[in-house]
């Protein structure tokens, strides 16, 4: 009977205690806390109003009445960021506080007052300054650094690339985006309307 009764219990399926039943369902709830954690608050435009105290330079305030936030505050300094630059940079605007704390996102800057979207066109533009090049004057390499020469949209510019071909991102086969030392964005909109000579220069580099 002692063997009988050894054996049933060794096949017999294990039962699922309550720790493990919880350890089974826990991915799921994971998973959920982390969705969670990371919903998009999307603020309503009508809610809010942006303006500075100083000059032109100094930091860019708010207050917001929103529900989602939890009523009226005040940020004593805001960051405004797009979340799609290049391919969509006039919706999802993301805004953060002094601490680089996610207070919410606008869909688009449409329904805020004249003066507040003044104010977030002016704070996108220093971030996303973009110079798109138009000719290529000259091209020096030298251990391992490329300095360029170049025309631009916003006047002539020289700027230094560090290990070019990892500084340069293809966003198209012909529209290319290059980083230089400072972090500085260059853009080549379409490389096929270079003039040759500037053309043969970017072959030559890349």
Do not use: C
Request: proline share 6%.
């Amino acid at each position: 009977m002692v063997n009988n009764f050894q054996v049933s219990a060794a096949t017999a399926p294990p039962q699922k205690t309550a720790a493990a039943q919880e350890t089974t369902s826990s991915p799921a709830t994971t998973a959920e806390a982390a969705d969670a954690r990371y919903d998009l608050i999307l603020l309503d435009p009508k809610a809010m109003q942006l303006f500075r105290t100083g000059g032109p330079t100094s930091a860019l305030r708010m207050t917001l009445a929103d529900p989602q936030i939890g009523g009226e505050r005040s940020y004593l300094r805001v960051q405004a960021s797009r979340a799609f630059p290049l391919h969509d940079p006039d919706r999802y605007i993301g805004l953060r506080d002094g601490d680089d704390k996610d207070i919410g996102t606008l869909v688009t800057l449409d329904g805020l007052d004249p003066d507040s979207r003044a104010l977030v066109e002016e704070e996108l533009y220093r971030r996303y300054f973009l110079p798109r090049i138009l000719k290529v004057n000259n091209v020096r390499e030298e251990f391992g650094l490329t300095t360029w020469d170049v025309e631009t949209d916003k006047g002539p510019r020289t700027f230094i690339v560090r290990h070019l071909r990892e500084a340069t991102q293809e966003l198209t086969p012909t529209r290319l985006l290059v980083t230089d030392v400072d972090g500085n964005r260059f853009e080549f909109p379409d490389v096929r309307q270079l003039d040759d000579a500037s053309y043969a220069v970017i072959q030559r580099v890349l």
